[in-house]
């Protein structure tokens, strides 16, 4: 089996905004080349996601009316609490995509699995100043891991509420069907 990927670049005239027809319409080669359950990110508000999409939301979708999709990912997003032919959608929001494999050090992974965030072991290090010398002219002694005196100096903090890298929001759809508005 060949893919074959369609270069797709909107085009605004005068820079209007694209009206939902004009990005349902545009969207139409790209989405018909995509696979059910195909996800990619998108870069226009949610109310103008096309019509054999949905959004990565966490949504619980009506196994009736969304049958090709459920025919792809079941209840795998599911949290207990559906309906009887409910089943949902993955929820990515806030979370950073990483690719399955590859370099990741954590070999025990699986798809669809979450993983909670996580510093790298590291040290910091500080100055151990006695008598007159450093800081002031204060004395004082630090921890260690194994213990000792605790009347240790704090390093001082910095950074903000969270540890993230550079990054831009975008919005990730699924190919939910063929047909706008479910199968």
């Given at each position: 089996?060949?893919?074959?990927f369609?270069?797709?670049?909107?085009r605004?005239?005068n820079n209007a905004p694209?009206t939902?027809?004009q990005?349902d319409?545009?969207?139409?080669?790209v989405?018909?080349?995509?696979?059910i359950?195909?996800?990619i990110?998108?870069h226009m508000?949610?109310?103008?996601?096309?019509?054999?999409?949905?959004?990565?939301?966490g949504?619980?979708?009506?196994s009736?009316v969304?049958?090709?999709?459920?025919g792809?990912?079941g209840t795998?997003?599911?949290?207990?609490d559906?309906?009887a032919?409910?089943?949902?959608?993955?929820d990515?929001?806030?979370?950073?995509i990483?690719?399955?494999g590859?370099?990741?050090?954590?070999s025990?992974?699986?798809?669809?699995?979450?993983?909670s965030?996580?510093?790298?072991?590291?040290?910091h290090k500080?100055?151990k100043a006695e008598?007159?010398?450093?800081?002031?002219?204060?004395s004082?002694n630090?921890l260690t891991?194994g213990g000792g005196?605790?009347?240790?100096?704090d390093?001082?903090?910095?950074?903000?509420?969270e540890t993230?890298?550079i990054n831009m929001?975008?919005?990730?759809?699924?190919?939910a069907?063929?047909?706008?508005?479910g199968?």
């Amino acid at each position: 089996m060949t893919a074959t990927f369609v270069n797709y670049e909107p085009r605004i005239p005068n820079n209007a905004p694209l009206t939902y027809l004009q990005v349902d319409n545009n969207f139409k080669n790209v989405s018909m080349q995509m696979p059910i359950g195909g996800v990619i990110d998108y870069h226009m508000p949610s109310d103008q996601i096309p019509s054999t999409f949905v959004e990565c939301d966490g949504a619980e979708l009506d196994s009736t009316v969304y049958t090709e999709l459920f025919g792809v990912i079941g209840t795998t997003y599911n949290s207990g609490d559906e309906g009887a032919n409910g089943f949902r959608v993955p929820d990515t929001r806030g979370y950073f995509i990483r690719h399955l494999g590859g370099v990741d050090p954590d070999s025990e992974r699986t798809l669809t699995s979450v993983q909670s965030d996580l510093f790298s072991e590291h040290n910091h290090k500080s100055l151990k100043a006695e008598g007159g010398g450093g800081l002031s002219g204060s004395s004082f002694n630090y921890l260690t891991n194994g213990g000792g005196d605790s009347s240790g100096k704090d390093i001082a903090s910095t950074g903000g509420e969270e540890t993230r890298p550079i990054n831009m929001p975008v919005i990730r759809i699924m190919k939910a069907s063929t047909l706008a508005g479910g199968s």
